[in-house]
């Protein structure tokens, strides 16, 4: 979900300022584009707290009779907000290394691209359709 708000209010706040309707289809392909790498970055750092409890939960093992609810609470209380966000610099910035190609590229890229990617092929899938907006959120 924070992904598709992120991605429509990105756009949305893009052609505030530029003429939708006088701007190319390749233009609006890289508004798509830079909207939907905005949109992995919050994706990830929404999702941080989640991914770093699970990881936390699978590590460790619970005390006999204690159950995950107990677990996950106790995980949090330990971690706390900014533990909760440990390896999102990892998450966003370390390198993929590829091995064939011998070659280090940043993980926010690869996952950047595809995220991108994905909302750029979303994005003419709503224009081919005649979607307009995406997100409607009480003001």
């Given amino acids: ?3 598709f708000v992120v991605y ?3 756009a949305e706040a893009v052609y505030q300022r530029v003429d939708k309707s006088k701007t190319s289809d390749g233009m609006q392909t ?3 584009l830079g909207s939907g790498l905005m949109a992995g970055f919050a994706a990830a750092l929404v999702s941080q707290p989640a991914d770093t409890m ?9 005390l006999p009779g204690e ?3 107990s ?22 910035f370390t390198q993929f290394v590829d091995l064939q190609e011998r070659t280090l590229t940043p993980t926010c890229v690869v996952v950047g691209t595809l995220t991108a ?4 092929i979303y994005g ?5 359709l005649g979607a307009t907006g995406g997100v409607e959120i009480a003001k």
Avoid: P
Avoid at 54 to 62: A, Q, V, Y
Avoid at 78 to 87: F, H, K, N, Q, V
Avoid at 124 to 128: G, L, R, S, V
């Fill in 1 to 3: 979900m924070a992904k």
């Fill in 71 to 92: 677990r996950l609470i106790k995980i949090a209380k330990e971690l706390g907000l900014r533990g909760s966000y440990t390896g999102i610099g990892a998450r966003l």
């Fill in 117 to 120: 990617g994905q909302f750029a």
């Fill in 54 to 62: 699970l990881s936390k939960i699978n590590k460790t093992k619970g």
């Fill in 67 to 69: 159950g995950t609810t």
């Fill in 124 to 128: 003419d899938i709503k224009k081919f």
């Fill in 8 to 10: 429509e209010k990105v």
């Fill in 30 to 32: 890289v508004i798509n």
